[in-house]
């Protein structure tokens, strides 16, 4: 979701990802598409969210989170190019349009 400073949602998207061995590793995937959405939009400053703690301290402070240096280092480099950009940590019930949006593929029946 892209959301302006206001909080106002702009820009909305649905992917189906395969199956993932962790809740991290969907994290994960899920930042990489974002960039990717990001970029493809033309956009050249973005202020990018997650709830995974050590996927942002692996791009933010890769030295502090050696474990996570394969991720951080992807990212990073998916990254490069962005005249601006910030991850931050946010928790998953801040963001209400994207809950909506999970909340609808069930309900809808989509996939």
């Avoid at 709830?51 to 692996?58: K, Q, S, T, W």
Wanted: hydrophobic share 40%; glycine share 6%; proline share 3%.
């Amino acid at each position: 979701m892209l959301a302006d400073p206001e909080g106002k949602v702009r820009l909305h998207s649905r992917i189906a990802f395969e199956v993932t061995c962790s809740k991290e590793d969907a994290n994960f995937q899920n930042l990489l598409w974002a960039i990717q959405i990001m970029r493809h939009h033309r956009l050249e400053r973005v202020v990018f969210a997650c709830e995974d703690v050590a996927l942002a301290g692996a791009v933010n402070k890769p030295m502090r989170w050696h474990a996570y240096k394969f991720q951080g280092s992807l990212v990073r480099k998916g990254l490069e190019g962005f005249k601006e950009w910030d991850l931050e940590v946010e928790r998953g019930e801040a963001s209400r349009g994207v809950i909506l949006i999970v909340q609808s593929v069930p309900r809808d029946d989509r996939s």
